[in-house]
T-cell receptor
Framework: DQQVKQNSPSLSVQEGRISILNCDYTNSMFDYFLWYKKYPAEGPTFLISISSIKDKNEDGRFTVFLNKSAKHLSLHIVPSQPGDSAVYFCAASGSGGGADGLTFGKGTHLIIQP | GAGVSQSPSNKVTEKGKDVELRCDPISGHTALYWYRQSLGQGLEFLIYFQGNSAPDKSGLPSDRFSAERTGGSVSTLTIQRTQQEDSAVYLC???????????????FGPGTRLLVL
């Protein structure tokens, strides 16, 4: 039973446009959410996070939105650049303390087209 | 500074053999995590260490899997009598400290690609 779902395996966006990656979760105990970016043959790289006490967090071109009532979060990248092409993983953390493992979605492969 | 490192980067083994995977966390990081990613899947949490102790081992897939950490630094993940379904990328991550209620970012290594023939 997947607790974190990324329903789009892939997404193609034109360079300069906005990329929107979506993530849904089912466990209401999750209170911290992260986005990771992964290139082939590399480990995931942390991008941005959000606590459940917020509904938006922004860092440069990256903004994460959290809708707790809908159990939905999204990552916006604007403007999209060729180097953004990668697999993006949504991850969530529960209330087991700071050391609990992250629960990941299966990832969305973002392709930025020139 | 140096990130999380893992060795070997690739491992091919025969079914039934034992393998040992190594993780060197970021210096000073207290918490260490093991995950695996099977083909087409997301990352699956296996186990974490707070210092040298692993409070919860229930995420390990079977009793063929074990992990240890010594000196609060290097960790090894051992898979005994490997099976073909163990083929995956095994990822290690670390974070500065693990305090109840405190949320931290986990920093990942490049992974070990294990193929069991």
């Amino acid at each position: 039973d997947q607790q974190v779902k990324q329903n789009s395996p892939s997404l193609s966006v034109q360079e300069g446009r906005i990329s929107i990656l979506n993530c849904d979760y089912t466990n209401s105990m999750f209170d911290y959410f992260l986005w990771y970016k992964k290139y082939p043959a590399e480990g995931p790289t942390f991008l941005i996070s959000i606590s459940s006490i917020k509904d938006k967090n922004e860092d440069g071109r990256f903004t994460v939105f959290l809708n707790k009532s809908a159990k939905h979060l999204s990552l916006h990248i604007v403007p999209s650049q060729p180097g953004d092409s990668a697999v993006y993983f949504c991850a969530a953390s529960g209330s087991g303390g700071g050391a609990d493992g992250l629960t990941f979605g299966k990832g969305t492969h973002l392709i930025i087209q020139p | 500074g140096a990130g999380v490192s893992q060795s070997p980067s690739n491992k091919v083994t025969e079914k039934g053999k034992d393998v040992e995977l190594r993780c060197d966390p970021i210096s000073g990081h207290t918490a260490l995590y093991w995950y695996r990613q099977s083909l087409g899947q997301g990352l699956e949490f296996l186990i974490y260490f707070q210092g040298n102790s692993a409070p919860d081992k229930s995420g390990l897939p079977s009793d063929r899997f074990s992990a240890e950490r010594t000196g609060g630094s290097v960790s090894t993940l051992t898979i005994q009598r490997t099976q073909q379904e163990d083929s995956a990328v095994y990822l290690c991550a670390s974070s500065p400290m693990a305090v109840a209620g405190w949320r931290e970012t986990q920093y990942f290594g490049p992974g070990t690609r294990l193929l069991v023939l």
